[in-house]
T-cell receptor, first 113, second 114 residues
Framework: ETGVTQTPRHLVMGMTNKKSLKCEQHLGHNAMYWYKQSAKKPLELMFVYSLEERVENNSVPSRFSPECPNSSHLFLHLHTLQPEDSALYLC????????????FGPGTRLTVL | AQSVAQPEDQVNVAEGNPLTVKCTYSVSGNPYLFWYVQYPNRGLQFLLKYITGDNLVKGSYGFEAEFNKSQTSFHLKKPSALVSDSALYFCAVRDLKTGNQFYFGTGTSLTVIP
């Protein structure tokens, strides 16, 4: 499979659950990103990993915990979320330190009950 | 501060007519500008980018964009709209001075009316 894949595509969870989102890129890129997309709002950058090190963390609550075990995989661990965390979570990758565009996965639609 | 503005939430255009989706930007250094399209239940797909060189950039699906430094704009255009162009369009800017971050606009929903 090519490009950027994300699993699951849809997730419904209660506020006390623990779940993880997975992203995998098959493009040989060395930077990966998590974004949150909510209606009528700009894409919110959550985390950036470059060469498997976290380089950006935009004041994201600690109930979101990223993990990047290697340059092809990125996880977002979720625990004790709030209903306002319901959104589309997008993963992207790019070649760091270049002028290349980002490639996005299809997203995970998260609903927190 | 780096930012992107898309002043129109919604653009409607008749099929076959030219379309324009507006974008203005603010960066501290040289702007590197991008357009993406998002179809329902899909991630963002890259359309085109401006790095340097000609101000008119051509991209996928017949889209083009014009970089205007004096007006700090990067409007997306297409000479003849198709119904299948109906989607959500995002403008983004990258400022290498601030690292790896891409700054996205709020998006413009384009509807092409048959």
């Amino acid at each position: 499979e090519t490009g950027v894949t994300q699993t699951p595509r849809h997730l419904v969870m209660g506020m006390t659950n623990k779940k993880s989102l997975k992203c995998e890129q098959h493009l040989g890129h060395n930077a990966m990103y998590w974004y949150k997309q909510s209606a009528k709002k700009p894409l919110e950058l959550m985390f950036v990993y470059s060469l498997e090190e976290r380089v950006e963390n935009n004041s994201v609550p600690s109930r979101f915990s990223p993990e990047c075990p290697n340059s092809s995989h990125l996880f977002l661990h979720l625990h004790t979320l709030q209903p306002e965390d319901s959104a589309l979570y997008l993963c992207a990758s790019s070649q760091d330190r270049g002028l290349q565009e980002q490639f996005f996965g299809p997203g995970t639609r998260l609903t927190v009950l | 501060a780096q930012s992107v503005a898309q002043p129109e939430d919604q653009v409607n255009v008749a099929e076959g007519n030219p379309l324009t989706v507006k974008c203005t930007y603010s960066v501290s250094g040289n702007p590197y500008l991008f357009w993406y399209v998002q179809y329902p239940n899909r991630g963002l797909q890259f359309l085109l980018k401006y790095i340097t060189g000609d101000n008119l950039v051509k991209g996928s699906y017949g889209f083009e964009a014009e970089f205007n430094k004096s007006q700090t704009s990067f409007h997306l255009k297409k000479p003849s709209a198709l119904v299948s162009d109906s989607a959500l369009y995002f403008c983004a800017v990258r400022d290498l001075k601030t690292g790896n971050q891409f700054y996205f606009g709020t998006g413009t929903s384009l509807t092409v009316i048959p």
